[in-house]
């Protein structure tokens, strides 16, 4: 189940880089680098944290593989994909959802403390696109109001919750993982955001 939910967040990031790098009309190659950082620039800053080198997708080729089919038919499809019309906010929430637990499982593995863990998943989960982001020249969303980060802390929380009860790990996995994506959505839909420190 860990190594699915991996699988899955990495298509999930290499498809929202794909839309935001077409978006900016970039070209295939910039289209492919922005969906390779997206995809692997969070793990790749956590790995190397914890001191787990060299990164997981240089010593697992499906990582590259996974990417790059996955931005091949992103591009393919991107009109079917853009008919959903909030696709790039649905694969981006997805993929914040996977890594969280993904992240905290990784903090787990290294016997690092829960709130340690947390933040490492908040990490995987979101500098992937705070990189995106700044190569494609936009305010990462982790630095706006939006409930972003705060959304994968509070699947991180739920997380641990359900840890020490009876429940299968593989069902904290997936409840963890939804916590983030249903905050997320319900955040947007009803324009729930943090309190700007701003003042006229």
């Excluded at 914890?50 to 499906?62: L, Q, Y």
């Amino acid at each position: 189940m860990f190594y699915i939910l991996d699988i899955l967040g990495t298509i999930s990031f290499a498809i929202s880089g794909v839309l935001i790098a077409m978006n900016k009309r970039m070209d295939i190659f910039g289209v492919l680098i922005i969906a390779f950082v997206t995809s692997v620039g969070g793990g790749t800053l956590r790995d190397v944290l914890i001191g787990n080198t060299p990164v997981a997708w240089m010593k697992d080729m499906t990582f590259a593989y996974v990417i790059i089919s996955s931005t091949v038919l992103a591009i393919i499809f991107k009109n079917k994909i853009d008919y959903l019309r909030k696709s790039l906010f649905l694969f981006d929430t997805i993929g914040i959802g996977l890594y969280t637990v993904v992240g905290i499982e990784k903090g787990l593995n290294a016997e690092l403390h829960p709130l340690i863990c947390i933040a490492l998943g908040t990490m995987s989960a979101c500098f992937g696109g705070v990189i995106r982001d700044i190569l494609c020249n936009e305010i990462p969303v982790i630095f706006r109001k939006e409930i972003y980060a705060t959304a994968c802390i509070l699947g991180g929380f739920v997380y641990f919750l359900l840890k020490f009860t009876a429940i299968d790990s593989d069902l904290v996995f997936i409840i963890s993982g939804s916590v983030v994506i249903i905050s997320r959505s319900l955040a947007v839909k009803f324009k729930i955001s943090l309190p700007s420190l701003y003042r006229d």
